[in-house]
């Protein structure tokens, strides 16, 4: 058990639909990544959040949008869906110290678009 | 040009043998960090090891240590004495700094699978 929690562990949606994603980090950790793992695309690096503000933008659609609270946990918001967004979303913390070296994963969220 | 490039889709390894598992990266940057994680067939994502551009001396945990080599731009990781738990799918990344912060790449994962 990585300490991150992510939750729902499966959703299940249809095209043109909006979701949710949750991410909690372990404790004491600043810094939050998400990111897509899809057969066509691979692992892909989203975004990532550093004590509440955006640090880092990668492959992240405009539909797609994220925010860390102050408690630091983090939503990943997903709009307009499309069959390919369908895939599993992670999201990893970092200890500050790290500098992100060492990346803690949740388990993931399943998203099914159909 | 693919940032990192995994070319190896499977590997078999004897259980108590070392085996290799190869990387190549592409970047112009002289500041980078190079990972490798495994990923069992449960889905979690696990960080096993970190090398940085600048880091003289090659990293090693535990049973795993990477095969820096700076000149040919690889980072092979290396597990010795195999286990049937290391049977997993394994990814090479790698973080460099670009203008909207700093990016990861993934390779495209090797599967290893360890026979008794």
């Known amino acids: 058990d990585s300490g991150v929690t992510q939750t729902p562990k499966h959703l299940i949606t249809a095209t043109g639909q909006r979701v949710t994603l949750r991410c909690s980090p372990r404790?004491?950790?600043?810094?939050v990544y998400w990111y897509q793992q899809s057969l066509d695309q691979g692992l892909q690096f989203l975004i990532q959040y550093y004590n509440g503000e955006e640090r880092a933008k990668g492959n992240i659609l405009e539909r797609f949008s994220a925010q860390q609270f102050p408690d630091l946990h983090s939503e990943l918001n997903l709009s307009s869906l499309e069959l390919g967004d369908s895939a599993l979303y992670f999201c990893?913390?970092?200890?500050?110290?790290?500098?992100?070296?060492?990346?803690?994963f949740g388990p993931g969220t399943r998203l099914t678009v159909l | 040009a693919q940032k990192i490039t995994q070319t190896q889709p499977g590997m078999f390894v004897q259980e108590k043998e070392a085996v290799t598992l190869d990387c190549t990266y592409d970047?112009?940057?002289?500041?980078?960090?190079l990972f490798w994680y495994k990923q069992p067939s449960s889905g979690e994502m696990i960080f096993l090891i970190y090398?940085?551009?600048?880091?003289?001396q090659n990293a090693t945990e535990g049973r795993y240590s990477l095969n820096f080599q700076k000149a040919r731009k690889s980072a092979n990781l290396v597990i010795s004495a195999s286990q049937l738990g290391d049977s997993a799918m394994y990814f090479c990344?790698?973080?460099?700094?670009?203008?909207?912060?700093?990016?990861?790449?993934f390779g495209t994962g090797t599967s290893l699978t360890v026979i008794p």
């Open positions: 404790s004491g950790d600043l810094s």
């Open positions: 990344a790698m973080r460099e700094l670009s203008n909207t912060g700093n990016q990861f790449y």
């Open positions: 090398q940085g551009s600048y880091d003289e």
């Open positions: 990893a913390s970092s200890e500050p110290q790290t500098g992100g070296n060492e990346q803690f």
């Open positions: 970047t112009s940057d002289q500041s980078y960090g």
